[in-house]
């Protein structure tokens, strides 16, 4: 009997210590994940940087970055609208009147005429 109790009290202290071990290797997984990293900052002091890149603040920001770049889109649309117009003006495109035309052209002339006529 004694001997069945000695197994029962060695099997409970390996459970105890197996089940302590395993929340002691969780634990570390969690400190691991939200805890410090390789280089000693927290997840608040990481969050803190990547909440600095949302907003303006002179130009070194993501926000900052992405307004130039609209605003650049923005100029280079006006450039290229301009271009446009101004190809459109230069090329004068031959007479010909003699090939039928879809609806769709027959518009896209008469628009250019009528341009043309008020210059």
């Known amino acids: 009997m004694q001997l069945g109790m ?3 009290i ?3 202290i390996t459970a105890i210590f197996g089940f302590a071990y395993a929340m002691y290797k969780i634990a570390k997984r969690i400190e691991g994940a939200i805890g410090v990293d390789d280089e000693g900052r927290t997840i608040s002091e990481r969050m803190s940087k990547v909440e600095y890149q949302l907003w303006e603040n002179g130009g070194s920001s993501m926000k900052d970055q992405m307004n130039e770049t609209a605003e650049l889109a923005k100029k280079t649309a006006v450039e290229v609208g301009f271009i446009k117009q101004v190809m459109l003006h230069l090329v004068d495109l031959p007479d010909l009147s003699y090939v039928k035309e879809s609806p769709q052209e027959e518009k896209a002339v008469a628009k250019r005429n009528t341009k043309k006529a008020k210059n």
């Open 10 to 12: 060695i099997a409970s």
């Open 6 to 8: 000695v197994a029962a």
